[in-house]
């Protein structure tokens, strides 16, 4: 069965640092691109990273980047969001997708429940 199951979020303090996890099972994480997103309260999802298939390559959002970084551990069969100097308008619940595509940008195949950042002071 294949599955994503997201951990790692929780409250953090403007200026802070969080880790999220991506943990999959079912299938290597290495043969898939994988992209976190997030949603804001009445807001839509959007993208917030990327890294490709196999080789690979990674991709942010603007208003992340140089504050976000993706990294994924094949031993693991995880990927993970390193996340620093965090905002308010970080806040989110944060998912991580799966495609069975080079890139994210093809649309993703498969879905985690998501977890919450919120960061308030």
């Known amino acids: 069965q294949v599955q994503l199951v997201e951990s790692g979020g929780g409250l953090v303090r403007p200026g802070g640092s969080l880790r999220l996890s991506c943990a999959a099972s079912g299938f290597p994480l290495d043969d898939y691109a994988i992209g976190w997103y997030r949603q804001a309260p009445g807001k839509e999802r959007e993208g917030v990273a990327c890294?490709?298939?196999?080789?690979?390559?990674?991709y942010y959002q603007e208003t992340v980047r140089g504050r976000f970084t993706i990294i994924r551990d094949n031993a693991k069969n995880t990927v993970f969001l390193q996340m620093s100097s965090l905002k308010p308008e970080d806040t989110a619940v944060y998912y991580c997708?799966?495609?069975?595509?080079?890139?994210?940008?093809?649309?993703?195949?498969?879905w985690g429940r998501g977890t919450l950042v919120n960061v308030s002071s």
């Open positions: 997708a799966a495609a069975d595509h080079f890139s994210c940008q093809q649309g993703m195949d498969y």
């Open positions: 890294i490709t298939r196999h080789d690979p390559s990674t």
